[in-house]
């Protein structure tokens, strides 16, 4: 049963600051991570992947990824009440095209 | 691009009613995702097709749900006879395939079965 992990939250940060989201997986042979966030009531829309180990940086988003510890990160740099959201972090394996997804991180960002 | 294409958007029916659920993927892509959504349970895959053949339906729940894709365009997901249990949203994604695995969702069918 592959698995992907992650802390339910809410994880609470002030504007301005660096909200750190986490992701851990349980299948060595995934080879492709996905971040989304889903607002409430909205659908899941992608903020960006990651192939390779090592940080990858969009704006103010990095994600980092580290296969060796099987753990994924997003970090949100500046961050701004509009990025209150749930966090979703998906992992695809070597079953073709599926994604596992995370049961996802609330995080609150306070004015 | 109009993106993913649901419908409806929001469905209240009976317990024992069927229900239809209908998408629209992007133009283009080859795979099709049925997932269902509930704060308990989370995000849940329910099938997926490739090349309008199906893939893996393991998570269908049980026998009263059916998929079908009878083309590129067009995916409908079936709960026949519905119970209250099948209360959540459900969102069909689809991604380009072909080792291109970003999946693009729809807006969702908001499903309450009373």
């Known amino acids: 049963q592959k698995e992907v992990e992650q802390n339910s939250g809410p994880l609470s940060v002030p504007e301005g600051a660096i909200a750190s989201l986490n992701c851990t997986y349980s299948d060595r042979g995934s080879q492709s991570f996905f971040w989304y966030r889903q607002y409430s009531g909205k659908s899941p829309e992608l903020i960006m992947f990651?192939?390779?180990?090592g940080d990858k940086e969009d704006g103010r988003f990095t994600a980092q990824l580290n296969k060796a510890s099987q753990y994924v990160s997003l970090l949100i740099r500046d961050s701004q009440p509009s990025d209150s959201a749930t966090y979703l972090c998906a992992v695809n394996g070597d079953a073709g095209n599926m994604l596992t997804f995370g049961g996802g991180t609330r995080l609150m960002v306070k004015p | 691009d109009a993106g993913v294409i649901q419908s409806p958007r929001h469905e209240v029916t009976e317990m024992g009613q069927e229900v239809t659920l209908r998408c629209k993927p992007i133009?283009?892509?080859?795979?099709l995702f049925w997932y269902r959504q509930t704060m308990m349970r989370g995000l849940e895959l329910l099938i997926y097709?490739?090349?309008?053949?199906?893939?893996?339906d393991s998570g269908m729940p049980e026998d009263r749900f059916s998929a079908k894709m009878p083309n590129a365009s067009f995916s409908t997901l079936k709960i026949q006879p519905s119970e209250p249990r099948d209360s959540a949203v459900y969102f069909c994604a689809s991604s380009l395939g072909y080792g291109q695995e970003t999946q693009y969702f729809g807006p969702g069918t908001r499903l309450l079965v009373l």
């Open positions: 990651i192939y390779s180990n």
């Open positions: 097709f490739n090349n309008n053949v199906p893939i893996d």
């Open positions: 133009s283009g892509h080859n795979s």
